[in-house]
């Protein structure tokens, strides 16, 4: 690979000769991680001339800098960075030492420090990943999802692929989520009624966005997906965590100067309880008694190998207050960052308005792709083939977690891909983790999913749809015998104490 001779520049304020200056910025280059071993630099004469300086003294540069091991000439093929160079790991520039910007003053809102775990970038690795929301390699269809890709690129798609929609989505694909995807949960729309986001969390952000500010009040469940709290933290509302209970998010505690609720009555995340028929008709109807509405984030309603779904809230809405978000980040992989909102038109003009000012549309590649795996059927072969993969992992899962006297707190009627479990209350599950990294084994705290401050640290998540079931008898075994270890580690400690 060639080093384009646009990233060569001579600082005005340096000082020297021009052939030390030289010298001086492709070392800086090299030590820093930017220039790369076996990279071929400019030749003498074009970088002469880009830097407006005389041709020898760039060789007289170069020929220092192969001196000391920095390059290696290699005759009439060029310079090159030396394969010997004292190249850092990666490129790391240094930081400018002469900023005087008082950032914590200058910026005005301040979006880090929330509760979201960060989750290892290299889980695949570990030999026990019990996490939750990661794509299983061994289960997604990547020859027809290439193939999909492959002919979206084509000059038929071109405009689809190239144009800007603006505020638009790709109707090929608002068609099939409005005939297919959302009548399966029991929901009829318009395509007015319809916009694609990036992901759940995007529509998530967008309603707070148009819904909440200081001086309204949102309901949440606690516990419940941790970057909902976050979001909600930066627009000044007030918060209220409901506790759910073995049925959902209790209806009677929402109290009457609520504005929005943000449920998640299908698979409630994280304890993946299910609303019954009943409850959801009294949230409705206490939705309509105070004149809130709600958000329903119906994630994994595809996962249900063991029962069919409960129809979505939003299917029995008579009065157009529940807000409807769906993904398919969860069924096709996280990384492709594709949902939709379902709204009435008024909500979702706005909703489409604030999206176009901060992203215009998703990438039209991806929703023409997306569209073409739904539509050639091989999306619901992915599916069937997931929810067979998912019911015997979970099978063996559950078996070993009998044979180890583990028991899940809740557990999805349906299906699903994870399971909310609970230690003895003096364990800490944060710490119980943490020892388990070096044994190979991943599994999720329950802490961060809860409102503080009285938060409960017994509570862990085990996810399996991303570790084969072969391996998960062992990673169990792993984590009941660390539960053990801290629980015995905590009875003598509070023995010692009295």
Known sequence: MAISVETFFLDPDSQGTLQAQIQEMIAAGVLSGRFRPGEKLPSSRKLATHLGVSRIT?????????????????????????????????????????????????????????DTPRKPKDWYSYRYPFIFGQADATLFDHA?????????????????MTGDYFDQDDPLLIEYIARNTLPRRGIIARPEEILLTLGAQNATWIVIQLLLAQGRKAVIENPCYYSLRDQLSHTGCVVDPINVDRDGLPPEQISADTDVIFTTPS??????TTMPMPRRRALLERAGKIDALVVEDDYEFEMSFRAAPSPALKSIDKEGRVLYIGSFSK??????????????????RQARALRANVLRHPPGHIQRTVAYFLSLGHYDAQIRRMGRALQERREILETAMSAHDLHPASSGLWGGSSL???????????????????????????????????????????????????????????????????????????????
Not at 431 to 456: C, D, K, M, W
Not at 461 to 486: F, K, T, W
């Open 58 to 114: 760039v060789t007289l540069a170069y020929t220092e800098l192969v001196a000391n091991d920095y390059l290696t000439a290699r005759g009439r093929s060029g310079v090159y960075v030396s394969e010997t160079a004292p190249v850092p790991p990666s490129f790391s520039p240094t930081q400018k030492a002469t900023e005087t910007v008082d950032w914590d003053r200058t910026i005005t809102r301040v979006f880090t420090g929330g």
């Open 144 to 160: 027809n999802w290439r193939l999909c890709a492959l002919r979206a690129l084509g000059q038929k798609d071109f405009a689809a």
């Open 267 to 272: 698979h409630q995340s994280p304890t993946a």
């Open 331 to 348: 069924s096709l992989f996280p990384g492709l960052r594709l949902g939709y909102l379902v709204g009435s038109e008024p909500f979702i």
């Open 420 to 498: 909310w479990m609970a230690a003895p209350e003096p364990v800490d599950m944060a710490q119980v983790a943490q020892a388990l990294r070096p044994r190979g084994v991943l599994i999720e705290p329950g802490a961060p999913f809860f409102a503080p401050p009285n938060r409960s640290h017994h509570f862990y998540r085990l996810g399996y749809s991303s570790i084969p079931g072969g391996r998960i008898p062992e990673g169990v075994s792993h984590i009941a015998e660390e539960i053990r270890s801290a629980m015995a580690a905590g009875a003598t400690a509070r023995a010692t104490q009295t």
